[in-house]
């Protein structure tokens, strides 16, 4: 009985902290304090973007510094990893949106957000010009401002190759839009297979679904569609699901080619005990509304009946960004991006800094490299601003050993260069099933299974932004466990 009175009492009282810690960090997070205004003799940062690059320098900004202005025309951050989660509905859109608004009022000093697309970069000015294209506009809808320091991170956009119809019949997968828009289409195409008088053939090609990229998007999305197509629609749709089919096409040899060997054998393995069909060194060479035409490696085109494309075939520079290496010449000819130095400074230009999927480097286009590029720019920013006082002070020093000194000082603060640690690969690949190449101790570890994917959703749960973003989608996985999607 002594045991039991005590086990009750531990119990209570962990129960009682837990819930008394929590509701401390969620009042905190609400309710921050009050802010600095801006001042006019500090210098104006503008960030473009409210993406990963962009979130992440904001995070670990100190705000006090500067007059920080954040542009962008999403007043969020989107956590891209989950979004093929939110397009069969698994996770709903607002567990991985965090307002913008949300991070900047726990800021020291308060920062501009404007819900914006930037349309032009002037270097030589240092101005940006942007517009509030929304469906709803005020009076003035477009301004320009100018800027001390520019963080460009703006992203990427989804590489169509100017293959015909796919902007006009195919969902991409990049945008929150995207996701939902996608997942309208698929039940759209369940429920016109459902319509009475529906012939085979036509059901057939409703329930076709196709998705083109092999790259971790392409995977994810289908392996999420099949965990719907078994765990939901079965019993939904009991008539039609078996004649559901999901396409994977593939134009080089192997699916995930960032993924070691036996991972792509193994998703390989996965996909086709859920009857995922993957073809590989196949090419989509156009997108019609009601079906796609694939060249095979035997080089002959065929025409394929569908109800959906998802077009998931990579990325390429966005027009703005093509615009503003355009105006450097010189020091910017790299196709797939901006060049950056090792500081991550625009090549051709001292004071914008480039970061993430817009950029050209040596790393993969990934949330990782772009948020680890916005945590060091964050601490870059805290060295400019100690250089630019002591240059400010310099200025103005009275005696010439005043100057020396201080010229000392200036000399002492040095940029490191950036440097990207790589914290492994995970992706999901449906059937509760993830695969992981890990860096352990030096050697790369490489996993795939239920334990997998355990460890895949504990990862992707903390590495979420806030509180609230953990809470909402740890409930959304609850919710789907209990009375499914
Ligand atoms: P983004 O995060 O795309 O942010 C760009 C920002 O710029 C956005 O806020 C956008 O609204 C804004 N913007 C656009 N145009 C303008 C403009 N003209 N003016 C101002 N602002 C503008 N990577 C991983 O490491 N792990 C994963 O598991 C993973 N999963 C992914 C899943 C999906 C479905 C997708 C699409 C990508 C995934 N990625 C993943 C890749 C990752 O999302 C990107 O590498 C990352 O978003 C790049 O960060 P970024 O800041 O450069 O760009
Ligand atoms: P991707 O560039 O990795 O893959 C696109 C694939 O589409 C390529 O394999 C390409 O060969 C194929 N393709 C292109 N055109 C085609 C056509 N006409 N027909 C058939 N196939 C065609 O793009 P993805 O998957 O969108 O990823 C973009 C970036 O985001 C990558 O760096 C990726 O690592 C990262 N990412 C990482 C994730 C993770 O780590 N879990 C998840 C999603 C994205």
Redesign the pocket.
Known sequence: RYFLQTLGRVTLVTVVGASATFYYIAHKEKNPGLQLPFDPSKKTLVI????????SLLKGLDTSDYNTIV????NF??F??L??SVAVGTLNARSILQPTRYLTRHKQRQVLVIE????EVDPVNKTVT?SDDSEIRGQISSTTIPYDYLVY????ETQTFGIPGVKEHACF??ELHDAEKMQGRFLDCVESAAFPGQSDEEKDRLLHMVVVGGG??GI??SGELRDFLEEDLKSWYPELASRIRITLVEALPSVLPSFSKELIAYTERTFKESDIDILTKTMVRKVNEKSVVLKGPDGVEREVPCGMVVW?AGNTS?Q?TRDLMAKLPEDQANKRGITVDDHLRMKGTRDIFA????TASSYA??????SQQ?SYLSRVFKLLAKKDKLEADLSHAETSEEAEKLKKQVDKVKLKPFHYSHQG???YIGSDKAIADLPIFGREWTSGGVATFMFWRSAYLSTLFSLRNRSLVAGDWMRVKLWGR
């Open positions: 473009l973007g409210s993406g990963w690059g962009a979130t542009v962008s025309p999403k951050f989107l891209t990893p979004l093929p914006a697309e930037a349309k942007l991170a703006v992203g990427a997968m990049k971790p998007t994810e999305l998931a966005r703005i970061i993430g999927d817009c286009p990934t949330a990782q490299v772009a916005g690969s995970l992706a």
